[in-house]
């Protein structure tokens, strides 16, 4: 049957779908979202209560947090995606997936990459750029199977039975497409070693590059696929009529178009040139409309079906989901205006944005989805309507009490931050302050976060006993389809012509997200030629360099920005704004996007090496009420020296003027840096021996270099 | 509407699956919204980027200089305070109790939770590095820092008074004679 085709009575042909591979991606939805909302529990407890990181370096926050989105996106959020497409695309098109071969591959090795970013993640091994942390063979991996996944798809539509593309099929074509587009351009990067490298933009350029990539994952793999499996699950769901098929054309394409320009929105008020920042914004508010379009088209086709939402929990989780797209996005051209970010960014303000969409939009969506999809998989019932209404409210609660707690702390936060008093001095100056003031709002987080993963547990548990229980018999799917033939009739005029022509439709999406990309980057990967003369940077010394390393691979970039905004509140913080220049030779750049701790960018030289070794062995030594984790482990392990020849030479490959006997050398000037240190922290303290050419100290010079490297001519500065 | 009416507006031709699709005109005001972002976008990013509005580097200049000029008058208004002024205080127990708190919130790490020195020099003896010990010579300190020792500058980060009772409590450990004291560091300074 591999076919999947039988000829009945030579008059029609039946073709029977393949749900197998559907049902091994809606098992792989459900297992890995378990695993998802459980890592963001325990990184929401360590928020509250740091010590819940069970002083492993694998379970701390900065290793956690990547594992916990990475998870959510593209092992939850990916394999319902997966499930969903692969059973409504052969439905739509009425016709099997084109290859039973590709869709194993597909499945197996999207687990696989998942495993691999499971192992791989909590050992530290992370580009640290948001939501592609993944290093670079399972980088390679993710682009092998996305092709994979493209042929199969685009097979299926090469055999369809079907003339046109019904409008789900069309997000389907531009999240595939544009994910590929991102994904590549955004992983180039030049390997160091078997699960370490550098991404060949720096600083501002890979800033850019980066956001244009993460404003984006947002756009086509949290947004496009699920806008796509709305308008297959909803008007199924509801037996309904779509409201407005010239309202689906007109906000799918300027969706498209208008997105991919939108990346700068994150980088507001930095030192981002300004023209690509007023791009970011103006983009991001033209986003609105066409984003309620498929918030409207969603909503009122439910017109007429509004009585099912007393007797039908599924209709309930989908209204709900569509009305928290509508919220997030209206509340994301909201964050993008630039005096709103200047209040926003950095805070949990953007946390709680996130998981209005995560969890209300991406999350509900796909509870209603599971919960349409068993019964009809396994030819049964769901087994209790009851606990499909439990889930309901209870997630509905967690997500009320997450969203508006970390609105309360994202604005109180973002307001302590703000304040100047009269006498032109900042109001809280000091950092932890402005922390201990929204701690209790972690644990109400935790507490939203809890209740949403108990109502998934019920569904788990629903699904389960549902799926026990539905009859033994193999049945399967199938429609009777005309054989094919040569078919001339007319294939319509305009857009309905172009939804026949899928060849046509593909080239012309992907140059409309083409156009943003292109026009926004390319004048960014040549922006160091045009740095004032009179300003200097120097290259990180060996030693810095390897303490930039472990700097990434413990993720402080999680809650520590290296950016200080042109904004008079940050300048008064933590000094003059940051510039250019100064992260001219970060790969990667580290700006942040959160400020869980007080940014770093100028902390070199602030503090003396002691008070940053203690501090890292137990923050709460030096600042009694801070809430970072301690980093003991850091003064055990040894810095490797060896591979910092071949980290200069690939940095000088790339473009960092180290000269031959830096690079030669590397190590050995890295030891004697190192050496300088341990000679100063040992004439303080004897008993600290055991520190010498550790992690830590590599750390700390790298730390002491932030806001030191860069000097302008006139004013000539020793570099330490 | 009744069942008649929506069967009219449903496109003939277009079944995906058994879903059906109606041809109901744009929203008005949802145009309407589209409209009024695509105006605002073109507005805005031709006259921050091709009209002459301020770059974000001359808005923050002049956000910078009216901050820094109210930090000046601040500073020229405050009363200067006399030696004796400073010492007065050391009577004051709120002031010292003041003190000592921040200052076990952000002096203890360095300098000890007696005073007695870690990382950072002693300050229940007699010999001072930095000034000749008095209050204000302390609070300069305080303020200004001592970058190459590694001390930081608290002005702006510890409010003025706060400081001023971290200053008055540090004199008044002079004499304590705390455990583990370091060793006698600058110049011995007599107190009258």
């Known amino acids: 049957m591999s076919s999947g085709i039988q000829v009945n009575k030579g008059i029609m042909d039946r073709i029977i779908y393949d749900d197998d591979v559907v049902k091994m991606f809606l098992y792989a939805t459900i297992f890995w979202g378990a695993a998802a909302f459980i890592v963001g529990l325990l990184a929401a407890l360590q928020l509250a209560f740091w010590p819940a990181n069970l002083e492993l370096e694998w379970l701390t926050f900065g290793r956690i947090r990547p594992l916990h989105t990475n998870a959510a ?114 992983s180039i990067e030049i390997p160091v070693a078997l699960f370490k490298s550098y991404p060949v933009y720096s600083g501002v350029q890979d800033a850019l590059v980066q956001w244009w990539y993460g404003h984006n994952a947002v756009a086509f793999f949290l947004t496009t696929p699920f806008l796509g499996l709305m308008y297959y699950y909803v008007p199924k769901a509801a037996n309904r009529p779509i409201y407005s098929y010239k309202l689906s054309i007109i906000h799918f394409w300027s969706l498209v178009f208008i997105y991919i320009w939108a990346g700068p929105h994150h980088l507001l008020n930095t030192a981002l040139p300004d023209w690509a920042q007023n791009v970011g914004m103006v983009f991001s508010i033209m986003l609105w409309a066409p984003s309620w379009g498929g918030m409207i088209n969603g909503l009122l086709t439910l017109r007429g079906a509004w009585h099912k939402l007393r007797t039908d929990p599924i209709i309930k989780f989908l209204a709900v989901a569509v009305t928290f797209y509508g919220m997030s996005t209206f509340e994301g051209p909201l964050l993008s205006i630039k005096s709103v970010s200047s209040l926003a960014h950095y805070t949990d303000w953007i946390i709680g944005h996130v998981h209005g969409g995560t969890l209300g939009w991406n999350g509900f969506l796909t509870f209603g989805i599971i919960y349409y999809m068993v019964p009809k998989l396994w030819n049964t019932k769901m087994y209790s309507l009851r606990l499909m209404n439990w889930h309901f409210w209870i997630g509905f609660m967690g997500i009320l009490l997450y969203y508006i707690s970390m609105w309360a702390s994202g604005i109180t936060q973002g307001l302590m931050w703000q304040a100047i008093g009269e006498n032109g001095q900042l109001v809280y100056p000091d950092f932890v302050e402005t922390v201990m003031r929204i701690a209790p709002l972690y644990w109400v987080r935790f507490v939203g976060g809890a209740l949403f993963l108990i109502g998934f547990l019920f569904l788990i548990y629903n699904v389960w006993v549902t799926i026990k229980h539905a009859p033994k018999k193999e049945t399967v799917s199938y429609v009777e389809v005309p054989p094919l033939k040569s078919d001339v009739t007319a294939i319509g005029t305009g857009h309905r012509k172009l939804e026949a022509l899928s060849l046509i439709f593909t080239v012309i999406l992907f140059i409309s997200v083409l156009v943003g ?187 002491q270099s932030l806001g030191q490297k860069t000097s302008s001519e006139e004013v000539s500065q020793s570099n330490n | 509407m009744s069942e008649k009416e929506k069967d009219e507006l449903l496109i003939k031709g277009h079944d995906y699956d058994g879903i059906q699709e109606l041809n109901n005109p744009l929203p008005g005001w949802w145009l309407m919204t589209f409209y009024i972002t695509i105006v605002f976008a073109v507005v805005y990013y031709s006259y921050y980027t091709f009209f002459g509005g301020p770059t974000s580097d001359e808005e923050l200049a002049q956000k910078m200089s009216v901050i820094q000029s109210e930090q000046q008058i601040a500073e020229e208004s405050a009363p200067v305070k006399s030696a004796d002024d400073y010492v007065a205080l050391l009577d004051n127990p709120e002031v010292l109790e003041k003190g000592k708190a921040e200052y076990m919130l952000k002096c203890m790490a360095c300098h000890g939770d007696k005073g007695q020195g870690l990382i950072g020099p002693n300050f229940a003896d007699e010999y001072w590095i930095h000034g000749d010990g008095s209050v204000s010579a302390i609070l300069e300190v305080a303020n200004d820092g001592v970058l190459d020792k590694g001390m930081p500058p608290w002005k702006g980060v510890i409010p003025e008074e706060t400081l001023e009772a971290v200053a008055v409590y540090i004199y008044s450990l002079q004499g304590t004679n705390p455990e583990g004291a370091r060793p006698p560091q600058g110049e011995k300074v007599e107190r009258n």
């Not at chain 1, 030096?622 to 060896?642: G, R």
């Open chain 1, 73 to 186: 996106i593209f092992a939850f959020g990916g394999n319902i995606i997966f499930a969903g497409i692969y059973h409504s695309t052969q439905r739509l098109l009425k016709t099997r997936n084109f290859s039973d071969m590709l869709s194993k591959i597909h499945f197996w090795g999207w687990q696989l990459i998942i495993v691999g970013a499971l192992i791989t993640l909590p050992l530290g091994y992370t580009m640290s750029k948001e939501y592609a942390e993944l290093e670079w063979p399972l980088d390679i991996a993710i682009a092998v199977i996305w092709v994979v996944f493209a042929v199969n798809f685009f097979g299926t539509i090469a055999i369809r039975r079907v003339k046109h593309l019904y409008v789900a099929i069309w997000f389907y074509i531009a999240t595939i497409i544009t994910v590929a587009l991102l994904h590549i351009v955004n």
């Open chain 1, 517 to 703: 990309s292109v026009i926004e980057i390319l004048p960014t990967l040549s922006i160091y030629k045009y740095l004032p003369t009179d300003e200097k940077t120097e290259p990180y010394t060996p030693l810095e360099l390897a303490g930039r390393d472990v700097y990434i691979k413990e993720g402080c970039y999680v809650c520590h920005s290296q950016m200080i905004r042109k904004l008079p509140f940050d300048v008064l913080r933590y000094g003059e704004a940051s510039t250019i220049g100064e992260s001219m030779y970060d790969r990667p750049f580290q700006w942040g996007s959160k400020r869980t701790g007080p940014d770093l960018a100028r902390v070199g030289g602030k503090y003396p090496d002691m008070w940053h070794l203690r501090h890292m062995i137990n923050p709460r030594e030096i600042t009694p009420n801070s809430i970072m984790p301690s980093y003991p482990w850091l003064a055990a392990k040894k810095t490797d020296y060896n591979i910092l020849r071949k980290k200069l030479s690939v940095m000088r490959m790339l473009g960092v003027p180290y000269d031959d006997n830096e690079v030669a050398n590397a190590d050995i000037i890295a030891e004697k840096e190192a050496a300088v240190i341990y000679e100063e922290l040992i004439s303080q303290d004897k008993s600290l021996e055991s520190v010498k050419d550790t992690e830590l100290i590599a750390l700390i010079a790298y730390l």
